[in-house]
Every structure is written in structure tokens, then in C-alpha cells.
């Protein structure tokens, strides 16, 4: 379903991603895990075909997503590490909206914005603006607009960051809804939430892929480790460096 070949990002001098390669099955469940600067973030920016790489290529379904935007941009829903969130909307507005950016036929728009309402719990505050909501409600709103296309593919940049426990209890609830039939890659700092909700395992360490395994296959490698034991041996703490 997604296939990353040879990608190599450069911001400058900074390496972000060193020749990275994987492919990613139809339906699968794969959680990014990797230290602050890692590369989690210009990877899922990549495969979401919002920034290019300086080389190496994505491909979705057969197709060279630098080739078939819109095709990319119809199967991808993408949650932004910082949703680009227009605050001065109204929820109903900034979905109306976003279904539009999305090629929504007109007809279609009234629907799409009112199904994705409920299933993200959004309809008691729908007419409110987007500035004066909760954190976990903003968060909701984001991944709202990820899927209101129905995309097959959803990449999700740290879905759960900065909420409280109760609010990551619902955005994962959210998350376990919308996932049915889907290809789902998302990035966290929360182990457990990894062990919860992903089946195989991708961890970037300095632009490099240091582990590609199912969930299971790697705990099982360090019998009696929790992920968080084994993510610490596999990046230890190093010199920090300018562009760590
Ligand atoms: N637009 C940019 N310009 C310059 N450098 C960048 C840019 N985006 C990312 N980088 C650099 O690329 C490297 C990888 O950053 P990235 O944001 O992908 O990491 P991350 O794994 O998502 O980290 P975090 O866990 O903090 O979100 C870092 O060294 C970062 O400083
Ligand atoms: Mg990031």
C-alpha cells in the first residue's frame, strides 16, 4: 500500500533522513517511535506528500505520489504535528472547509462535515469558534479534517500529545473507530500507546530505521523488557548535538 524508497531528507547541513526504506502493508496498524528530532515528523510529512524529499520516492498503491498529488491527496488523511487550524472559524465553518480542499462535491460537503461531527464528538460545539476550545477538543478538530475524506490511508503526528488522561482516553477510543479498514501510521512518546494500538514497530533514530518489527517479535527478543526498557537501550542518551 505504501511503499518509501531510498528517502533521504537534508534541511542544509542537517541530515533529517538517511536513505530510508519500508513497506507498509494495507490495513496495517505501524507506530513511529524515536527521540525529540529524531526524523519522525519529516518522514510522516513526506508520506503525507507534503514536503519533498531531496530524494528517494514514496509510492501509493503502485503510484508515485510526487507524480499524483491529488491522487495522494484524496487517499491520505494527514494530522499535522501542530494542526494548521483556521481559529477564527467556527467548527462547522473550518471542516466546511476542509472538506473543500479536499475536492468534496458541493452535495456531498453537508454530509461529509456532519458525519465526521459525530464521529469525533464534535457537534456540541460546533458553532463555536475554533480559539476558544480546549486543547482536546483542537486535537479532535484536527483529526475531524484527517479523515472527512474517508481516506484509506491516515498518518497521524503524535495524535495524543498534551492531553490530559481523560481526553488521550477519548482521542484513542477515536482513534481504535476510525481505524477499522484502514492503513494507519501513527508517531507518539507514550509507549503503552504504541503497545495498544499498533501491531508492528518503526524506530527512527537519526534519520535511520534501527528497528522494523511486529509489536510481539520485539518483545519477545528481550524476554521480561517492557518498550519503554528496550527503547531506551536501542537510544541511549547521546552528546546532545545542535541538530538533535
Ligand atoms: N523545516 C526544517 N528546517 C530545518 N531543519 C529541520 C526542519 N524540520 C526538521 N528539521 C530538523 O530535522 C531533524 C528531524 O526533525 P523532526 O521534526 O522530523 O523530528 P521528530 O522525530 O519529529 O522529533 P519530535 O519527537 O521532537 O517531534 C531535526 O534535526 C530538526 O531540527
Ligand atoms: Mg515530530
Same mark, same amino acid.
Given at each position: 500500500m505504501i511503499v518509501a524508497q531510498n528517502l533521504t531528507k537534508n534541511f542544509g547541513k542537517v541530515?533529517? =533522513?538517511?536513505d530510508i526504506s519500508f513497506e507498509i502493508g494495507r490495513g496495517e496498524i505501524v507506530g513511529f517511535l524515536g527521540k525529540n528530532g529524531a526524523g519522525k515528523t519529516t518522514l510522516m510529512r513526506i508520506l503525507a506528500s507534503y514536503l519533498s524529499p531531496t530524494s528517494g520516492k514514496v509510492l501509493i498503491a503502485g503510484k508515485d505520489i510526487a507524480r499524483h498529488s491529488l491522487f495522494a491527496r484524496r487517499n491520505i488523511g494527514y494530522l499535522p504535528e501542530t494542526p494548521p487550524l483556521? #481559529?477564527?472559524?467556527t467548527v462547522r465553518e473550518y471542516l466546511k472547509f476542509a472538506a473543500r480542499l479536499k475536492d468534496i462535491p458541493p452535495a456531498r460537503l453537508r454530509p461529509s462535515v456532519d458525519k465526521v461531527m459525530d464521529d469525533c464528538r464534535l457537534r456540541y460545539v460546533q %458553532?463555536? =469558534?475554533?480559539? %476558544? =476550545?480546549s486543547k482536546g477538543y483542537k486535537q479532535r478538530i484536527g483529526i475531524a479534517q484527517a479523515i472527512i475524506n474517508d481516506p484509506e490511508i491516515l498518518i497521524l503526528d503524535?495524535? #495524543?500529545?498534551?492531553?490530559d488522561p481523560v481526553q488521550i482516553q477519548q482521542v484513542r477510543k477515536l482513534m481504535k473507530d476510525i481505524e477499522y479498514k484502514r492503513t494507519v501510521l501513527l508517531s507518539t512518546h507514550i509507549l503503552s500507546e504504541i503497545e495498544q494500538t499498533a501491531r508492528r514497530i518503526l524506530i527512527v533514530n537519526r534519520g535511520k530505521i534501527i528497528v522494523d518489527q511486529s509489536v510481539k517479535g520485539l518483545l519477545g527478543q528481550y524476554p521480561g523488557l517492557t518498550l519503554e526498557d528496550i527503547f531506551l537501550e536501542l537510544n541511549p542518551p547521546q552528546a546532545e548535538r545542535a541538530d538533535d
Open positions: 541530515e533529517a =533522513l538517511k483556521y #481559529t477564527n472559524m %458553532n463555536r =469558534l475554533i480559539a %476558544n =476550545l503524535e495524535p #495524543t500529545s498534551g492531553l
